[in-house]
């Protein structure tokens, strides 16, 4: 069962040369399939030795139901704890489901280096136990902070030093970022993008791409992962080929225009955005405190599944893992399994020749400051209905031809179970109002990106969306 | 016993033109003893018809003990309360104390109005219980959400109206900001800052004044309020006058050339800087709870305080006050009284012509995330010996001829008791070193403004520093 993951290392220079001629460099040559790529994942894909078996609670190694609280969680008290939320609110009413615990700050962390003058991204094929298709392409280091303080004897995690300040590079991005509200309590990574400009050892799950290969990836159904598309929201990873003529698609030209900084084209001002959000927040009268999960209310829980009594929101399952190529060979852990496909979809719309974004500011249980801007229209699973929710019609009744992205990517294999979300750009009808409900607002792709600098103005769903924005080129 | 605070109003345009020869408009003018101000407060302090009365807890109308947790609760379940906080952490060991918990939002606002071209700014001569001198400077708009929810039957408040959109006025400054994480949990306010055009009416406790007054009256022990300077930090509300010949002082000129977006002029980058609050941040292992105050340890309570068994850190008391002009004529409320004056000081130093501050990543208990930028070196009192911190003797020995702003002011006058700050901004003696402990960063009066626009990056005791350092020219 066990593979010897090789220790075979190739200088990036010689490797990346190598590949180089055949890689996505040009409109040209990008508009091939990819086929080192392709050869490269079939491999990586042939290896991967793994098998996930769903158990009852009482056979996760390690694991066990606290008592008194009922939480779930780990014997060595760390990695997470399935636990409960409850939510009072004046104007919502107070409710209570199970969460994912897991309030330390991991890494998630993509190194860029130049190659020939274009910039390479380092990612890398990875397991884990919730993915649909067993791989997915994870960012250069994806780090919980038990992985790289070693709680579980795993072995040192591959690249973090360049993400500690070991490796000489340059910082681009380095900022905390929420991850999904519906499902975790204060959950939240630390996003970076590091660029290197020295040789990096190359690990053969490791892979250097191109801007112009990770923008075709991110078409492709349940390939590129969240963590790897959190990251590449935080940069504009996929300039316009040069050789677009000016002319060729209005949509993209807006779009172009929407990195700009405002000039008078935006909407709404900076400052209008940022008293739009403190206004949202002050609103929401949420109050939201973690509690034992033996006080959640409306969920019942069997041996192997804590489900709520409706059946609409999700269960918390367990699994058993058998892998030849993670750190460890076997381990059991909790995941959440939500109900079916969700759906995450930004409209946009030209305005004076811009592309605005429509946000919507949405409380969610789980993120720390309750209240972040979301997708105009969200829904976490199938049995989630959002039929009453605004614009939910104009997303569902789209014209094809004005639907910009499309695509069911997956979220966290490692803490979620087959969790799909099907994501949509689309370009509203013209003349679509930009007159919107109190907790919409319209903004530019800058917009969304200066409040991405900073914490938790931005959710994941939302992230996602601005990553496949950035790959619309 | 009670005074009936006048209805009458007068128009904002003739009051302000009644007494605008008279105000300091120019430097020469400025100048002068600010007689209509000197007036206006003489008249208000006269009116303030106000006693506080220390008693014992039970003795606290409306006040309770709850059963079981022991938390200084309202019978109405709203205001605030007492409870405790625990912080653990492996480095820094576990510990608690208690804490005001007042998690809601409330708005800190100042209405800002030109008149003859001069930006005037509508202050407050407002009574807190806990006020050294009883009457403080506050801003146009000092309301919890309690207040302006009217849990108490108090009045509408005043002028509420410009900062909830209806007022038509332009809003310049609208933040998320903390307070004191030492002795508060999660307490935040909205700064606000409006600019109205039209005739604002003006009732006797308020007075439009200028930026020129605002700086003077900074320089005065315990009379511009706390909440008055956390808004005024969120804008350099006094520009340099422009008689100011440029070779007076270099100090000046490099605070001038500080307030300039960054080319290649600041010690460290946006990025950089970010990037460090995010390591701080992350590297900080404190986990903090809200628990119940039966379970703070190493405190004790008796019947007219609660406070720590080395009485180093701070008393909970309770008071009884009878006023004639605040919105009801009787209360008694739970406070914190810390023991003696606080310190708070920026080391500032020019780096190439450019003023920069040095900045301490701080954790404290009660703050949202933890850690926000404070200042250089901080006391809480005059018993939080602090003799090991860093740069604490070059403060403590600063030679006087470089002590920039050192004045005592006061912390919050609605929950602290005679809390007192000694607010000092030194500059660094010559060849001062720019390398500083990790925690330590120096930042230019740019960067700390831009991230004043976003939540909890800057803490209270550096904002109040920041205003003393606009009101430097």
Redesign the interface.
């Known amino acids: 069962m066990t593979v010897v993951a090789g220790d075979e290392t190739w200088r990036a220079d010689s490797y990346v040369a190598a590949q180089f001629t055949r890689s996505a460099v040009s409109e040209d040559r990008a508009a091939q399939p990819l086929p080192t790529f392709g050869e490269w994942w079939e491999d990586r894909r042939r290896a991967a030795l793994f098998s996930v078996e769903e158990v009852p609670f009482r056979e996760l190694d390690g694991w066990k139901s606290q008592s008194g609280s009922d939480n779930l969680v780990h014997e060595s008290g760390r990695f997470f704890a399935v636990q409960g939320v409850r939510v009072e609110s004046e104007t919502h009413g107070t409710w209570s489901q199970p969460v994912i615990n897991q309030?330390e700050?991991g890494i998630l962390g993509l190194l860029v280096r130049e190659f020939g003058g274009v910039p390479h991204f380092l990612v890398q094929a990875k397991i884990e136990p919730g993915n649909v298709n067993t791989l997915q392409l994870s960012p250069s280091v994806q780090a919980t902070r038990s992985n790289y303080t070693r709680v579980h004897g795993g072995a040192d995690t591959r690249y973090l030093k360049y993400f500690r300040?070991g490796g000489g590079g340059q910082?681009?991005?380095?900022?905390?970022q929420s991850e999904q509200g519906a499902w975790f309590w204060h959950k939240r990574n630390?996003n970076m993008v590091v660029r290197v400009t020295e040789d990096v050892p190359l690990h053969e799950d490791y892979r250097w791409v191109t801007a112009q290969q990770l923008r075709r990836l991110l078409g492709v159904e349940n390939l590129v992962n969240m963590d790897t598309r959190a990251v590449l929201a935080c940069m504009r990873f996929a300039a316009p080929p040069r050789h677009l003529p000016a002319h060729d698609d209005p949509y993209l030209r807006a779009l172009c225009r929407s990195y700009d900084p405002v000039n008078g084209t935006a909407l709404h001002t900076d400052?209008?955005i940022?008293?739009w959000h403190?206004?949202m927040?002050?609103r929401c009268d949420w109050?939201t405190s973690l509690v034992p999960l033996a006080e959640v209310r409306n969920w019942r829980r069997s041996g192997s599944a804590i489900e709520d009594e409706e059946g609409r929101s999700f269960r918390v399952i367990g699994v058993r893992v058998r892998t030849g190529n993670r750190e460890i060979n076997q381990w059991s852990q909790p995941l959440i399994a939500p109900r079916g496909t969700g759906l995450a979809a930004f409209l946009t719309t030209s305005v004076h020749g811009v592309l605005h974004v429509l946000v919507r500011a949405r409380p969610e249980p789980g993120v720390?400051?309750t209240v972040e801007l979301g997708p105009t229209v969200r829904r976490t699973s199938e049995t989630d209905v959002a039929e009453d929710e605004p614009f939910h019609a104009e997303v569902a009744a789209a014209d094809p031809r004005r639907v910009r992205f499309d695509t069911v990517l997956s979220e966290e294999g490692g803490r979620f179970h087959h969790a799909q979300t099907r994501y949509q750009v689309i370009e509203a009808p013209d003349g679509f109002p930009t007159e919107v409900p109190d907790d919409f607002c319209w903004v530019t792709v800058h917009q969304l990106m200066a409040l991405l600098?900073?914490?938790?103005y931005v959710n994941i769903e939302a992230r996602s969306l601005l990553a496949c924005l950035h790959s619309l080129w």
């Open positions: 309030s700050i300040g910082v681009l991005v380095d900022s905390l630390r400052v209008e940022l008293s403190t206004e927040r002050t109050h720390m400051d600098k900073h914490r938790h």
